[in-house]
């Protein structure tokens, strides 16, 4: 007769049990393990008080709830497993741990503007689940590693700001679900490889690669629509299929090596979206393309210190096409468009110490002044010539 009463009563009793189980003692014991390792490898000097880490206290179950006075950040889990780590920006000294690959259920790893130094531990390459590897604003070194490429589910690479080294991973384009890659400010070498197929966004700004740029790495590109390779070593042709890739916005190739564009006219069924080119501080030889004219969202256009030579083409003065022009620093003769100053004018920017003819210093256009009649001269071997008398 109370048989069934105490079933039930122990039946009760073991949820009971069990929930406050899952409170107290929820975490995956390698997670724990591997948290213990994480904050072990960070001096403890470099803690503040009133952080993040100084809360991790392993006293208490990393994944319980709620957190009152131990991991109160830092620290994020889902069903006993540690998926997120995002750490408070207060100048934590020390290194990555190895152990960092046992959080196999992690989805995002945040170190952003820490001290963190040494390398990026190769393991980080077995976790499975990891979506945003944001290690930006520390003092990491050594290489990016090249197994980072098995990362399948990577979404965001962001290691921009610290001293890495060496050259990019060779089969890069495995990184199927990569959108935003930023390399930038590093000491990176060599040239690009085959880029991740997915990229929105290609941030490789500030580094020391080298060579040119070919189709084959951008090939595939569909998503595209930032490239920011400016303060590199690139040189050579940059070509009509780079103005032509489908999504592109943005280009920043500013303070490379650069000799020579091929700026083809977009073909009429193509949508293009190009919206701000910068080629400032290249050596680009031959003449102002008209053909940058032609793009119908294009709004900025930068190419400032290059060996530009002949006349401004008259179709850059197209009302609601460009808007910012900068054009200083090279040997542009002939007389600017007249629109560019008429009192509706919507371009700014500069055409200053170039060899212009009539650059109304009454604009802000022309603030700077054209170089000397001397240096025009010699550049136009002797006398001024426009282009289409060169034989
Ligand atoms: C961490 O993972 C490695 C490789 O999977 C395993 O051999 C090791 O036992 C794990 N360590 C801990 C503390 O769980
Ligand atoms: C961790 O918490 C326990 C209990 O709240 C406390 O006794 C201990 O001093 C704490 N340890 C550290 C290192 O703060
Ligand atoms: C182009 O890049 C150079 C060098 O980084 C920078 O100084 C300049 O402001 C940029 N110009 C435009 C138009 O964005």
Redesign the pocket.
């Known amino acids: 007769m109370s048989e069934p009463k105490s079933n039930l009563f122990i039946f009760f009793f073991l949820l009971f049990l069990s929930s406050i189980l899952s409170v107290y003692s929820s975490t995956f014991s390698s997670d724990i393990i591997a948290l213990q390792a994480f904050k072990s490898s960070i001096k403890p000097a470099s803690i503040p008080h009133n952080s993040c880490l100084a809360t991790w206290n392993f006293s208490t179950d990393p994944c319980s709830i709620p957190r009152v006075t131990h991991f109160t950040c830092g620290v994020t889990c889902s069903s006993g497993r540690v998926v997120q780590l995002t750490l408070d920006s207060q100048g934590y000294s020390g290194t990555l741990t190895p152990l960092i690959s046992n959080l196999t259920r992690l989805v995002t790893l945040d170190l952003t503007e820490n001290n963190f130094y040494g390398p990026i531990p190769l393991s980080i390459s077995s976790l499975p689940n990891l979506q945003n590897l944001i290690l930006r604003v520390n003092s990491f070194s050594g290489v990016v590693p090249p197994s980072v490429t098995s990362l399948k589910s990577l979404e965001f690479l962001d290691l921009s700001q610290n001293s890495l080294s060496g050259s990019l991973p060779n089969s890069m384009n495995s990184l199927t679900s990569l959108t935003r890659l930023d390399l930038s400010y590093n000491k990176l070498t060599g040239s690009l490889p085959k880029l991740p197929p997915n990229l929105n966004e290609l941030a490789l700004k500030a580094n020391s690669l080298s060579g040119s740029l070919f189709y084959s790495s951008f090939d595939g590109l569909s998503q595209l629509m930032v490239v920011e390779l400016?303060?590199n070593s690139f040189r050579g042709t940059l070509d009509a299929w780079l103005f032509l890739l489908p999504s592109l916005q943005q280009i920043?190739l500013?303070?490379n090596s650069f000799t020579r564009m091929i700026v083809p006219k977009p073909p009429t069924n193509f949508n293009s979206q190009l919206v701000?080119v910068?080629l400032?501080?290249n050596r680009i030889n031959g003449f102002l393309p008209a053909n940058f004219a032609y793009y119908p969202t294009m709004r900025?256009?930068?190419l400032?210190y290059n060996q530009l030579r002949g006349p401004i083409p008259k179709e850059y003065s197209k009302k609601g096409s460009l808007q910012?022009l900068?054009l200083d620093g090279n040997f542009l003769n002939g007389s600017p468009p007249a629109d560019f100053f008429s009192r509706d004018t919507t371009v700014s920017?500069s055409l200053g110490d170039n060899c212009l003819k009539s650059c109304p210093v009454s604009s802000q256009l022309c603030l700077k002044s054209q170089k000397p009649a001397s240096i025009c001269q010699q550049a136009y071997g002797g006398k001024p010539r426009s282009p289409h008398h060169r034989s």
């Open positions: 400016g303060e920043d500013a303070s701000a910068n400032s501080f900025s256009l930068g400032s910012r900068f920017g």
